[in-house]
T-cell receptor, first 115, second 114 residues
């Protein structure tokens, strides 16, 4: 069975500081991994995805994530936080188009950016 | 126009009432999903459908039913709403030939059951 663990339900950073949101996964098959962002009162928007190509994945709005198989991690980073990055972020894992192609979501990390 | 639309966007109802949430998509995707989001729990899958003749239960299907009326439409029903079904509900779609599980989400329906 697949699962995702997001460490830290709330993260607060100062504007201009590094953003690091942690995600660890468990999967019995090669995983496909996703980060979604949810801005207040909106649906989920894909930030970036790992689908077994390059291990360092670049997404929208300056975010990137690195797939580390040895650590079963897919942490999300951004070098310099902006006020507009304040949102909730979800990590998700898929069996990659296998039997169900379902997404399993983590519990989310709420990012606050302080001026 | 949005690719995935949900109606209504907000709904307040009473315990025991029947409620239907509707989802429509213009992406031409085969697969559609219903999730609920609760604070601190993330998104949990209620039902999913791979085509109009294929409906599958997700991890929390009790108390819910669905109907896939057409490729573009997927409705979620609460036959007799209860307060713990108060949540934010999302519809999503994906393409069978698409990028390995990537899903596209609607704007959500906020449901309150009193």
């Amino acid at each position: 069975a697949q699962s995702v663990t997001q460490l830290g339900s709330h993260v607060s950073v100062s504007e201009g500081a590094l953003v690091l949101l942690r995600c660890n996964y468990s999967s019995s098959v090669p995983p496909y991994l996703f980060w979604y962002v949810q801005y207040p009162n909106q649906g989920l928007q894909l930030l970036l995805k790992y689908t077994s190509a390059a291990t360092l994945v670049k997404g929208i709005n300056g975010f990137e994530a690195e797939f580390k198989k040895s650590e079963t991690s897919f942490h999300l980073t951004k070098p310099s936080a902006h006020m507009s990055d304040a949102a909730e972020y979800f990590c998700a894992v898929s069996d990659g188009g296998g039997a169900t192609n379902k997404l399993i979501f983590g519990t989310g990390t709420l990012l606050a950016v302080q001026p | 126009d949005a690719d995935v639309t949900q109606t209504p966007r907000n709904r307040i109802t009473k315990t025991g009432k029947r409620i239907m949430l509707e989802c429509s998509q213009t992406k031409g995707h085969d697969r559609m999903y219903w999730y609920r989001q609760d604070p601190g729990l993330g998104l949990r899958l209620i039902y999913y459908s791979f085509d109009v003749k294929d409906i599958n239960k997700g991890e929390i299907s009790d108390g819910y039913s669905v109907s896939r009326q057409a490729q573009a439409k997927f409705s979620l029903s609460l036959e007799s709403a209860i307060p713990n079904q108060t949540a934010l509900y999302f519809c999503a779609t994906s393409d069978l030939q698409g990028a390995r599980g990537e899903q596209f989400f609607g704007p959500g329906t906020r449901l309150t059951v009193l």
